[in-house]
């Protein structure tokens, strides 16, 4: 490994760890709860899509089909169920609610699939790579992680930008009340932003498990990692998150090549270099809301 | 009516915090002579009920009362137990006075830890303080003198006998509860626990009225550092080792976060209750395996979202019982008697 090939790792890591973040991002972006159960989910989605990969003997790639409606249902069914409701006690009810989440879901996927690590089997995906230079292989699995990562930012962006249902949802951060005079559900657009994040999830789920291996306590890495991408990159912008999934995957990648034990660590002080030097992260929002 | 308003009189004290003061003493003689007459085993299980209650007492200062939801707590319980070794076994100072310097050692540290943490708000606030528990540990595991990956046996206890030491150990746990109990109780009842009050219901209206917002954060910020690390001292005098991977688990922080919610958010009385139930369950349901921690769970979501008071809420309805009276009542029921009202008021200031 040389250090071009490092960096290059790392920016497609970090494509994993900005669809990973993106949903954490909608959901603290349009309801100002910050999902403590973001990484078990991404995790539940793993096991589901290793299920039915595994049952049906069919691509990773049939079982998105399968995973992002169900993820989707999941959080329309959850924000419906428990985030509003946690919304309207105020003060710390959704993090609490939200924690109790995460450690339900740990605990039944430690119940369900015992503490062994799983993965999702993709074949000669896993595999495959090609040669850009002879020091520099890309694989063609996290090639395709990091197009689906950057493709994900840009439509929600889009989607967020132009479509009613977007405009309704930017509407509903600024201003709830104002939206609900206006005769929209305030319930029903949570209730869709926390499906559609949760669906990116389910998404970001099914290339986690076909990169790499993972166990029913790996949320918590994932949880923390997504958040570091958001933190890096700037609360409230999707570009953000997408450029601080990129550094911290250049950071975590550049780090295990000094030495294989500080890649996790490289990744937390840069996330804390930037948290002292520059708390509102590399892109800012411009107008705080 | 100058005289009548002399006859009402403002009073902290209520009937129900005055029959549990003197409720309390011959519970804490008991609990006291407790280790001539339990077994060892049992102390020990005790001990770790008595770090329950002080971990709890000090999470919900910081998220009942300064509205800061940490999940890295374990941090300061890690430092503290490590710190408990380190100055006991390798410079050689008597262990019991070793958990003071611990104790101050974890509130130096965690004065910079804050100014870094205090960046972000809410949520991420709770993340930011769990990344900043995991750099701790991943830089503790670097450093051979404590063990690096497997961790440290805490020999220093090991000079008494082992009866003596789980008695000594007890005791010291004891008095452990005692001091976080009062430590809140005096600060909820100061100057400082009146602003929490006054930040609690609005943060922009408490600061515009002299209100040190970020400051009393702060500081209790550091004082539950502290009162964790405490914690972390009884783990390891209680387990006699400390292994990273245990020591600086998130789970502490669940467990904290479950006790408090169950127990009730905001109040004294919560935690040492949510303590004793989140126990009771642990040693009841612990054939159950994971499940207890997923009825946890459940709970402690259904108490957020329909008792937001927790148990303690149940048992006082709602606030009228008070064992450690944080507010003032007004005691008016002399002037109203003087102003033809049939019934006494009372007025609460919390």
């Known amino acids: 490994m040389n250090w071009l090939n490092a960096v290059v790792q790392g920016l497609l890591l970090g494509g994993l760890y900005a669809l990973l973040a993106a949903g954490l991002s909608l959901v603290f972006g349009v309801m100002r709860i910050v999902n403590l159960a973001h990484g078990v989910l991404a995790v539940v989605a793993a096991y589901i899509g ?41 003060g710390l009810s959704p993090l609490l609610v939200a924690f109790g989440l995460a450690v339900v879901l740990t605990q039944l996927l430690q119940e369900i699939f015992t503490a ?146 500080y890649g996790v660590l490289a990744g937390h002080l840069v996330f804390l270099a930037v948290l002292a030097i520059k708390p509102s992260g590399l892109i800012p929002k411009a107008v705080d809301r | 009516m100058s005289s009548q308003i002399s006859q009402v009189q403002v009073r902290r004290a209520t009937r129900s915090s005055k029959v549990g003061a003197i409720a309390l003493v011959p519970i804490l003689i008991f609990l006291a002579v407790l280790p001539y007459i339990l077994s060892r085993g049992t102390q020990q299980t005790l001990v770790t009920l008595f770090s329950f209650i002080v971990l709890a007492t000090m999470w919900n200062l910081l998220a009942g009362y300064g509205g800061m939801v940490s999940i890295g707590q374990q941090a300061y319980i890690g430092i503290g137990a490590y710190g408990l070794v380190y100055i006991a076994d390798t410079l050689g100072i008597d262990s019991f006075l070793a958990v003071p310097f611990a104790v101050i050692i974890v509130g130096l540290i965690s004065i910079p830890i804050s100014f870094l943490a205090f960046r972000l708000i809410g949520g991420y606030f709770a993340i930011g303080t769990w990344v900043i528990a995991e750099v701790i540990k991943l830089l503790v595991v670097q450093v051979p003198a404590l063990g690096g990956g497997s961790g440290i046996s805490f020999g220093a206890l090991s000079d008494f006998s082992p009866g003596r030491r789980i008695a000594y150990v007890y005791w010291f746990a004891l ?139 149940l048992i006082s309805g709602n606030g009228r019982i008070r064992l450690f009276p944080v507010g003032y009542s007004l005691n008016v029921s002399d002037l109203a008697k003087s102003l033809s009202m049939s019934k006494g008021t009372t007025n609460e200031s919390g």
């Not at chain 1, 595994?54 to 399968?66: E, K, M, R, T």
């Not at chain 1, 069914?77 to 309207?88: D, E, N, S, Y």
């Not at chain 1, 499906?195 to 990116?200: D, E, L, V």
């Not at chain 2, 917002?213 to 006699?240: C, D, E, P, Q, Y």
Request: net charge neutral; aromatic share 10%.
């Open chain 2, 175 to 313: 008095i452990c509860v005692i001091l976080a109990v009062t430590v809140t109780y005096l600060i909820m009842r100061s100057r400082l626990g009146l602003g929490f009050t006054a930040i609690r219901d609005d943060e922009v209206a408490a600061s515009s009225l002299g209100v040190h917002v970020v400051r009393s954060k702060r500081i209790v910020f550091v004082l539950a550092a502290m009162g964790t690390a405490l914690a972390g001292t009884m783990i390891a005098a209680n387990n006699l080792r400390v292994q990273p991977d245990s020591i600086f688990s998130v789970q502490y922080s669940a467990f904290m976060i479950f006790i408090v919610i169950i127990g009730g958010i905001g109040t004294i009385e919560g935690p040492i209750v949510g303590a004793i139930i989140f126990f009771a369950l642990q040693q009841w349901l612990a054939d159950l395996g994971v499940w207890y921690l997923i009825i946890l769970g459940i709970t402690a979501i259904l108490i957020t979202l329909f008792l937001p008071r927790g148990v303690w809420g």
């Open chain 1, 50 to 90: 290793m299920v039915f990969v595994q049952n049906f003997d069919v691509s990773p790639f049939l079982a998105i089909l399968v995973v992002v409606p169900l993820m989707a249902l999941l959080g329309f069914a959850v924000q419906w169920g428990l985030f509003t409701p946690a919304l309207k006690r105020g």
């Open chain 1, 116 to 261: 062994d690590t799983r993965s999702i089997p993709s074949g000669s995906l896993a595999s495959s790579s090609f040669e850009v230079t002879p020091e520099l292989f890309i694989g063609v699995l996290p090639m395709i992680t990091f197009v689906v990562g950057v493709v994900v930012i840009i439509a929600l962006q889009l989607f967020l930008t132009f479509s009613p249902l977007g405009r309704a949802m930017r509407a509903a951060s600024d201003d709830s009340e104002t939206v609900s005079l206006m005769g929209i559900d305030n319930r029903m657009v949570y209730a869709l932003a926390t499906a559609i994040a949760f669906g990116t999830v389910g998404l970001a789920g099914i290339f986690l498990g076909m990169r790499t291996q993972f166990s029913p306590t790996f949320g918590d890495a994932i949880l923390i990692f997504a958040f570091q991408a958001v933190i890096i990159g700037g609360l409230g912008s999707l570009w953000g998150t997408l450029l601080g999934g990129l550094v911290l995957g250049v950071a975590q990648t550049v780090g295990s090549q000094i030495n294989p034990s």
